[in-house]
Each structure stands twice: as structure tokens, then as C-alpha cells.
């Protein structure tokens, strides 16, 4: 059973740094795609980023570029997002979501991806 478990959130302020962790299991951690997604109440789930296991290539939504990095660590099964220089429009529930075995791209997209989370709240305060 494929089951992706996001830590991480919490309440900063405006300016700070968090690091969100989407724990992986249920799955040979060798061939993904992974993508952090945020929904804000009222407000369509958004793809912020998402990292295919191929080639570690990357993408980033043009509100976060710059501020948030993708990475991968196979060898714990974890996908992070580092998120820096917050704004409080990045408050949101944050969602990781994966595709296993479909390494070969990633898409900004929640149909791209199979499995999700529970989600982890983000709030930035002013």
C-alpha cells in the first residue's frame, strides 16, 4: 500500500523558513514523481513544484521560484520542500502527492499523480 506522510508546517512569520518532508513507503523509491501541491481556502489545489526521479529534473510554479527548493533523499524514501523568504500569501494546506514508477517526468498537474497525502498546514503570519 502506497502511503505518503507530510510533516513539517507550522505557523512562522513573514520572512522565515520551514522545511516540509513527504515520507514515502509502498513503493521501490527508485522510479517517481513527486509534487508539493497548496490549497488555500476558497482557492483551487495549485502544483508549487514537483521533482521527477529520472534525471532530479524540477519545476517550480513562478510564484516560488527562487524561494523553494525541491529535493529527494532515495535513500530515506523522502521528498522536501525548503521554503524561505515566506509570504503570507503561501498560507495553505501543503500536499505532496507521488506517481510510482512514472519517473521520467513531473507535472505541475494533480491528475499526473496517483497517491496523496493528508496534507500539512502552513500559515505565515504579517
Known amino acids: 500500500e502506497v502511503q505518503l506522510v507530510e510533516s513539517g508546517g507550522g505557523l512562522v512569520q513573514a520572512g522565515g523558513s520551514l522545511r516540509l518532508s513527504c515520507a514515502a513507503s509502498?513503493?521501490?523509491?527508485?522510479?517517481?514523481?513527486i509534487g508539493w501541491f497548496r490549497q488555500a481556502p476558497g482557492k483551487e489545489r495549485e502544483g508549487v513544484s514537483c521533482?521527477?526521479?529520472?534525471?532530479?529534473?524540477?519545476y517550480y510554479t513562478n510564484s516560488v521560484k527562487g524561494r523553494f527548493t525541491i529535493s529527494s533523499d532515495n535513500a530515506k524514501n523522502t521528498v522536501y520542500l525548503q521554503m524561505k523568504s515566506l509570504k503570507p500569501e503561501d498560507t495553505a494546506e501543503y500536499y505532496c502527492?507521488?506517481?510510482?514508477?512514472?519517473?521520467?517526468?513531473?507535472?505541475?498537474?494533480?491528475?499526473?499523480?496517483?497517491?496523496w497525502g493528508q496534507g500539512t498546514q502552513v500559515t505565515v503570519s504579517s
Open positions: 509502498g513503493f521501490t523509491f527508485d522510479d517517481y514523481a
Open positions: 521533482i521527477s526521479s529520472s534525471d532530479g529534473s524540477t
Open positions: 502527492a507521488a506517481r510510482p514508477y512514472g519517473g521520467r517526468w513531473c507535472t505541475p498537474s494533480p491528475r499526473g499523480y496517483n497517491y
